[in-house]
Nanobody, 115 residues
């Protein structure tokens, strides 16, 4: 069984920063990727950023240049540094773990960007 525990969400003013963290535990073998998705009210879940075991990254167009994803392979953790936050970044952020052909999700952490 795989568990993903997220932390770091909260309320921040526009232009501010937040750092999300996710720790994976359990029966984890051959991790392909770790990353973050988000879902705003009334919208579909969308890619924020993913990082492979080799360090390759993919970012959603709306966060390029503002968000940075990093990963500690030894600890099975992934972090998302979010800078220059905008109100449209408000969403529930979900940690994602890709293992073989399977994907696992965290419970989500709320990020609210508002003055």
């Amino acid at each position: 069984q795989v568990q993903l525990v997220e932390s770091g969400g909260g309320l921040v003013q526009p232009g501010g920063s937040l750092r999300l963290s996710c720790a994976a535990s359990g029966s984890i073998f051959s991790i392909n990727s770790m990353g973050w998705y988000r879902q705003a009210p009334g919208k579909q879940r969308e890619l924020v950023a993913i990082i492979t075991t080799g360090g390759s990254t993919v970012y959603g167009d709306s966060v390029k240049g503002r968000f940075t994803i990093s990963r500690d392979n030894a600890k099975n953790t992934v972090a998302l540094q979010m800078n220059s936050l905008k109100p449209e970044d408000t969403a529930v952020y979900y940690c994602n773990l890709g293992v073989g052909s399977s994907h696992y999700w965290g419970q989500g952490t709320q990020v609210i960007v508002s003055s």
